[in-house]
């Protein structure tokens, strides 16, 4: 390239010269030898807890991470990543609560009360006579529903039902209201001179009386082929008494001071006979 010659022009205000003047050589300076800083180690930011879900609420973006500690503390104050979330989150923190253990949920269940237990009481297995020293006997779940209760020398027969209805019936007929089966049978009653309880109906039954003759025994007689008989030594007519308790029938030999009429021995042993109402049918025109 030539090299301008030409002078500068004076007569041109705006231009001063031609050639670009060039920057003046700084001086340099020597550093100075110095430790070189050892950056402290930034503690590591928690990392966001990926969302899997839907969010409804709450801010979408992660928060922000709590300053960085000192140094020499900073290895030991790394922050544990939070925990992921798999759910639907309609607001609120996306970490799920801890559950404590409930206090409840170590200790068993309350048992439940057990039923209480009747006495102790002769079976029909262990027992022939009813009289003053073995005047019960108690008869066996089996026993008291399968078959029938075959009472013979009764004369007289009274009932109550679990729906308070009572009836007597003897050799003269029936007074009070008469109790039947499902199957349109009588649940107590006479059949060739033996008083009959249906035992497969025996939840129908509450209590009832067997009343015989002075002088003479009643023989129980169950399907199994078991029996007994009921003896009064007194002189007086033997009565037998029927109580149910729950599955169980218990037979007891109850003692008289004398022979007493009917009507009298109802009211000790508090039956009424309920009043017989014969259904009709509607008239029709």
């Known amino acids: 390239m030539p090299l301008n010659t030409s002078p500068v022009r004076r007569d041109i205000d705006y231009l001063r010269r031609r050639v670009k003047p060039r920057p003046a050589p700084v001086a340099q300076v020597e550093p100075v030898a110095s430790?070189?800083?050892?950056?402290?180690?930034?503690?590591?930011?928690?990392?966001?807890?990926?969302?899997?879900?839907?969010?409804?609420?709450?801010?979408?973006?992660?928060a922000a991470a709590p300053p960085a500690p000192a140094a020499s503390a900073a290895p030991s104050a790394a922050s544990a990543p939070s925990a992921p979330s798999t759910g639907l989150s309609l607001g609120g923190p996306s970490t799920p609560a801890v559950v404590t253990p409930s206090v409840n949920a170590a200790s068993p269940p309350p048992s439940t009360p057990s039923t209480p237990q009747p006495f102790p009481a002769p079976t029909a297995e262990e027992v022939r006579v009813l009289?003053?020293?073995?005047?019960?006997?108690?008869?066996?779940?089996?026993?008291?529903?399968?078959?029938?209760?075959?009472?013979?020398?009764?004369?007289?027969?009274?009932?109550e039902t679990v729906e308070l209805v009572t009836g007597v019936a003897t050799a003269d007929g029936i007074d009070g209201t008469p109790v039947t089966t499902p199957g349109n049978r009588p649940l107590l009653g006479f059949d060739g001179g033996d008083a009959i309880l249906a035992l497969r109906h025996v939840h129908l039954i509450r209590r009832a009386l067997f009343v015989g003759t002075a002088g003479h025994p009643l023989t129980v007689q169950l399907f199994d082929g078991e029996s007994f008989a009921a003896a009064d030594d007194t002189g007086a007519p033997p009565v037998v008494s029927l109580l149910r308790i729950g599955s169980r029938l218990e037979l007891r030999l109850e003692p008289l001071p004398a022979e007493i009429p009917l009507e009298t021995l109802l009211q000790q042993f508090g039956f009424e006979p309920t009043p017989y109402v014969v259904a009709r049918e509607p008239r029709r025109r």
């Open 131 to 159: 009289d003053d020293e073995t005047p019960l006997v108690r008869l066996d779940p089996r026993q008291s529903a399968i078959g029938s209760l075959i009472v013979g020398g009764a004369t007289a027969i009274v009932w």
């Open 35 to 62: 430790t070189p800083a050892v950056p402290a180690p930034a503690a590591p930011a928690a990392s966001a807890a990926p969302s899997t879900g839907l969010t409804l609420g709450g801010p979408s973006t992660p």
